[in-house]
């Protein structure tokens, strides 16, 4: 290790300063490439559906203002911090208080910013409990510890409890009417590939609409720790195309809900997820 270079005076030489500089800034640089920062996700998923989409370009929106207000606070405060230091030991910088001009400046800028980030929220929060009319309805029940997925006009049901993940079958490119409720306690709804959680409660039916844009089969949870298996509580959503969807519909035409819900189960059983966990050894009632 070389021995620092010191002015006349004991004091640290320019060079000596910018190493130290550079030192300083490893940390926050490091920081952000060991946190896994991404960009431009910021750790998010883009998402599936419309709504899911518009709620992550918010969080991109928020993410890179937040980054933008942290970069200004860090250089202001390191600005303040390096100019105005201590540079003798009996002098101190020049006391200044009352600069109205910037006071109104820092007050008014940050009045700013919240009232952009609430309106960029309302648009998205408008967006997400929109419930435009369309033909294509799914009730949803969830009970302890499965779901039901029934599709009105139509003798389809699919249901299943713990590790049989029932499948909710539904068309992209169109808007998806969801009816959701609970059998006996609070339950959550969740598809992490649709940014999109929604409470489902005994007793109230939550509605919203899903808007698919791309096809593929998606993984969906419960969110509520809602007893014994809450953890088993799987599902998932697969989209399809519209003419797929009418096939998979007419499937279940001339066979008793019974029978289509069990040629669901098994079909789904095919189709579960690798992460599956074992089937617990005791059995449950089913809504
Ligand atoms: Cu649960």
Known sequence: MDSPALSPQGAPTRSRRWRRLRRAAVLPVAALALSGCTVPSFGAHPADTTTGQSSYHLWQGFSIGAAIVGTLVVLLLAWAILRYRRRSADAIPAQVQYHIPLEITYTVIPILIVIGLFAATLVVENKVVANPKTDVTINVNAFQWGWKFSYPGSSAVVVGQTTQDPTMVMPVGTDVHINLTSTDVVHGFYVRAFNFSRYALPGVVNQFTLHAVNTGTFFGQCTQLCGL?????????????????????????????????????????????SITPSKPTASHGAN
């Open 229 to 273: 298996y809450h953890s088993l509580m799987f599902f998932n959503v697969k989209v399809v195309t519209m003419s797929q969807y009418r096939t998979w519909l007419n499937s279940f035409s001339g066979s008793s809900a019974a029978t289509a819900a069990s040629a669901a189960n098994t079909a789904q059983s095919q189709q579960t997820s």
